[in-house]
Each structure stands twice: as C-alpha cells, then as structure tokens.
C-alpha cells in the first residue's frame, strides 16, 4: 500500500513537472557532447601537435647548427617579434610585404567579420584608437546588423517560403506538415548547393593552396559564423584582382548568412521541430486560467460585498426604534 502510493505520489510529481525533467536532460545532454567533442578532437589532433613540435625543434636545432655565429637567445626575440606581427596579419616574409591589411577593401571585409562576428583573427586593430572605435563600432553594429538581418529575412521568408507552402496545400490538397518538411529539405539542398559546393570549387581554383576539403571548411567555418581564422581567401602572395576579389568575398559572406537564417528560421517553423522545443519550455498560464481565477475574485468580492450589505441591514433592523410621540402630537389622544 505504502508503495504504491508513493509510486502514485512519483508519477504526479514527474507529471507536473515533465518540462523541468525534460530541461534538466537537455542540460546533461549538452556537456556530454561537450565532452564528446574534447575527447574527439584532444585524440585525433594532439599527434598532429607533436609531430609539429619535433619538426620544429628538428628544424631550428638545423639551423642554429648550419648559422654558428647567431644565438638562440638572438633566435628566439627575432621569432617572438615575428610571431607578434603575425598575430596582427603583418607578415615579415617577402612575397606577403606587397599585401596590405587596411586599405578600403580590405577594411571592408573586416568590418563585415565584425559585425556578422565571424572574426577570422588574421587582422585585429593595432593603436588604441583602432581598438577603441572597433568596441564602440561593434557595440552599435552588431544589433544594428542583427535587426536588418531579422528584416531581411522576415521579408525573404513570405516568398521563399510561407507562400509556396500555402500555395501547394491549397492547390493540390496536400498535407501541410509534409509539404513544410519537403519543402524545407529541397531548400536546404539548394543552399547547400549553391553556398557550400559551388563555392568550394571556385575557391579551390582560385585559392592555389587549397584543396576542395579546405575551400568547403572554409565555406562552413564563414558562414556557420565560427571563423576560426586557419584559412583566409585573398592572401596569398600576387593575388589577382585582390582588391575585386575581397569585395566578392564580403557579398558572398552577407548573402550567405542571410540564406542560412532563412535556411533555419524554415526548419524551425516545421511542426515536429515546435512539438520539441515545447517540451523544454516552461508552460505559459492559460488565458482560461487567468480568467477562471479573476471570476473567482470577482465572485468573492461580489459575496462579501453582500454579506456586508446584509449585516448592515439586519443592525438597522436591530438599532432603529420608533420615535415617542408627546400626548399633545398625538391626535387620538386629542
């Protein structure tokens, strides 16, 4: 008996609070990717690490041998201040000095990484001043870019999607759940095709240090928002046409991020993908609830009122006495 009621006590406390439950494994299920990923990523590229590291040691060990008049303390702050100016995107290689980080165009594709937050890291501000306005710049720009990028793709989504959904169910009768799911699946496959594939090829014609897995990493990496900074289009050393080429690369990042949120935003108008999300969130209070709950204070308030009401008339009832007539007002008496 007592087990049962507990059992029964359980069921009703995991029932009423199923979303909580629901929240509490999303939560659980996210560091475990987390540590999915670590575990992943720490084994496939830590021998890659090492090996790097012994070709480096090999090769400066190399070359402090064959240079015997240089020191390695000499060695170690010429590289330091090397290695410093790289971070920067200043290079003090020959074939990369005709390259400049801060003319217009290249100026232009970084305030686009900036405001899109993308952030390569090839290129960061070097005065206080530029580091300054790239704080207040991107305080303003990023809500500024996020609000034209809702506008956008509110406007795209009616034609691209919501219409021809209607359209079709109208037309032909079909269910409307399918033809979202179908519906969402082709576009994706067209975007895919024309931002990810297509694009790969052009960047691994023009890119002569990329492959086709590089150009297509760079593609997702860009328009996924990552922006790890590893591969960067445009600076190679005797780039042509750079100056065309970066401007080209900002429009492709800008179209692309905006079919990528129309991409989503249709997937998660899908209602399977609603019927999920709704279970991790937290229920919102019925309109009926709040109006059941505002009659039943209406209604007492409507009782007590006349509960007061009657008690004052049952005190007048009880306290009003009849007036004593004097003999002389009194004309019986007369």
């Given amino acids: 008996m007592l087990q049962s009621l507990a059992s029964n006590s359980c069921a009703r406390l995991i029932q009423t609070h199923k ?29 890659y690490e090492d090996l790097l590291r012994q070709e480096l040691r090999a090769l400066k060990k190399q070359f402090l041998q064959d240079n015997e008049c240089l020191s390695e303390e000499r060695l170690e702050v010429f590289l330091k201040t090397a290695l410093e100016a790289s971070n920067y995107g200043v290079s ?32 960061a501000p070097l005065s206080d001043g530029g580091k300054t306005f790239c704080i207040v710049y991107s305080v303003i720009g990023i809500p500024f870019t996020l609000l034209f990028l809702t506008a956008v793709v509110q406007r795209i989504m009616v034609f691209s999607t919501r219409r021809p959904i209607a359209y079709i169910h109208t037309r032909w009768g079909l269910s409307k759940p399918m033809v979202a799911i179908v519906h969402a699946t082709v576009l994706a496959v067209l975007a895919a095709l024309c931002f990810f594939f297509i694009p790969a090829v052009i960047f691994s014609v023009l890119e002569t240090n990329w492959n086709f897995l590089e150009s297509f990493y760079f593609c997702f990496i860009s328009l996924s928002t990552i922006g790890l900074g590893d591969y960067v289009p445009g600076e190679a050393a005797n780039q042509r046409f750079r100056q065309l080429y970066k401007v080209g690369i900002t429009v492709y990042l800008l179209l692309g991020l905006i079919v990528m949120l129309v991409v989503l935003e249709t997937f998660c108008e899908l209602q399977h993908l609603k019927q999920l999300r709704k279970m ?29 009401i009657s008690v004052q008339d049952k005190n007048q009832m009880f306290v009003s006495v009849p007036t004593v007539v004097s003999p002389s007002d009194d004309p019986m008496i007369q």
């Fill in 19 to 47: 979303s909580t439950w629901y929240f509490l494994f999303l939560i659980v299920g996210y560091v475990l990717y987390l540590i999915f990923g670590a575990v992943v990523f720490s084994s496939v590229e830590l021998p």
């Fill in 280 to 308: 991790f969130y937290l229920k919102k209070e019925k309109p009926q609830d709040s109006l059941v709950i505002l009659e039943h204070d209406h209604l007492s308030t409507t009782v007590s009122d006349s509960n007061t």
């Fill in 92 to 123: 003090i290689l020959n074939n990369a000095s005709a390259n400049w980080n801060w003319d217009f165009t290249s100026a232009l594709f970084f305030a686009s990484t900036v405001l899109s937050t993308t952030g390569y890291g090839h290129t």
